[in-house]
C-alpha cells in the first residue's frame, strides 16, 4: 500500500505522519528521506535562495535528480513489498517546477523555454504513471496553522498561497485524468483533531480495511473521521480553484 500526502511547507505533513507511523498499524510502513533535501545537500545548496541563483539548466538537471530520487526510493520499498507513506507526491514535484518557472518566466530565452516545456512534458509523464500506483492520496491546505521556518520552508504569505493554488489545481487536474474512484483524495482541515492525532485514527482505519479488515470500504474516500473528509476543491468557471 502506499499513502503520499501532499501540500504546501509547514502544512502538518511531518506531524501526520510521525503520528500515524506510531500507531500499531502504521508501524507496518515503511518512509523515504526528503529527497529534495538530499539533492540540495549534496549539491551544496543550503537555501531555497541557493536553488532560485541557479542557471536555467541547473535548475532543470538539478529538479530531474529530486524526482528520480524521489521515484527510485517509492519504486524500491513498492517491488519490496512494503508499506509506503511519503510526505510528498508527484504533485508536489510538479507543483515547485511550476512555481520557479513562473518566477523566470520574464526572463526566459526562447531556447529555454522549450528546455522548459520538455521538462514538464516529462515530469507530467511520471507524475501520472506514479499516481495511479498511490492509495491514498491527502492534501493539506495551507492556513491550518504557523509552520517553523528554516532554510528550506518559506513564511512569505504570499508565496505559500501560491504554492497551495498550484498544488489544489494540480489535485484536481490528475483526479479527472485519473480518476476518483482510484485516486483518493482528502483534505486535512482542522486544528485540534489534528494534534490529537484523529487524522492518524482515520487513516489507520482506512488502511486496515484496504488489507482486509472486517469493515466494508470503497477506495474512492477516506473514511471519515473528525477533521477529515473525502474532497477536493473543483475550479470555478474561470480555471481558478476556490
Known sequence: MIIQFTGAGGTGKTTTKDLFMGSEIGQTFQTIPSSAREISKEWGLKTEDDQDRLTVQEFLDFQRAVTERFLFDV????????????????IDHMGYTILKWAKRSATLSVQEETDVMDFQDWMEDRAVAELRKVDILAFFPDGIFSPPDDAFRTNRETERRAVDAIFRGLAWKYQQIIGGASFPIATMSVT????RGEHRTALAIRVQEEKGGDRPTTKGA??????????????SGDGSVS
Do not use: C, K
Not at 508499506?83 to 507526491?89: A, D, M, Q, Y
Open 222 to 235: 477516506l473514511v471519515p473521521g473528525p477533521g477529515v473528509a473525502a474532497v477536493i476543491p473543483e475550479p
Open 75 to 90: 519504486t524500491s520499498l513498492r517491488e519490496a513489498g512494503i508499506n509506503v507513506i511519503t510526505e510528498r507526491s508527484m
Open 192 to 195: 485540534d483533531p489534528f494534534v
